[in-house]
Nanobody
Framework: QVQLVESGGGLVQAGGSLKLSCLVS??????????MGWYRQSPGEQRELVAS???????FTADSVKGRFTISQDSPKNSIYLQMNNLKPEDTGVYYC??????????????WGQGTQVTVAS
């Protein structure tokens, strides 16, 4: 149906930048992708929404990353990205890509990527 493949994670010093990518592949009769988001799970914390973009290209960012992180989507909507600037140690965690899509006969799909590790050293 929808496959999400993430890349771009790694080790970076505090204050540095990193760009995450999520490649979106459609293998079935997907009519639309209505929502995509980046989530993260920090050590000892629950998974949280970092940034999202909907079918109208409206974007949202969490207060903790506002002004530092930017979500974007390419024109054919095959990938989403998370540009992370001025990284802080508390940004460390596993980052996950999520897609909510719609298929034939009212089918709804909620797809998660495998996650990519981001480590910010102090």
């Amino acid at each position: 149906q929808v496959q999400l493949v993430e890349s771009g994670g790694g080790l970076v010093q505090a204050g540095g930048s990193l760009k995450l990518s999520c490649l979106v592949s459609t293998h079935g009769n997907i009519l639309s992708i209505d929502y995509m988001g980046w989530y993260r799970q920090s050590p000892g914390e629950q998974r949280e929404l970092v940034a999202s973009i909907n079918g109208r290209k409206e974007t949202f960012t969490a207060d903790s990353v506002k002004g530092r992180f930017t979500i974007s989507q390419d024109s054919p909507k095959n990938s989403i990205y998370l540009q992370m600037n001025n990284l802080k140690p508390e940004d460390t965690g596993v980052y996950y890509c999520n897609a909510q899509s719609r298929g034939l006969r009212g089918a709804r799909y909620d797809t998660w990527g495998q996650g990519t590790q981001v480590t910010v050293a102090s």
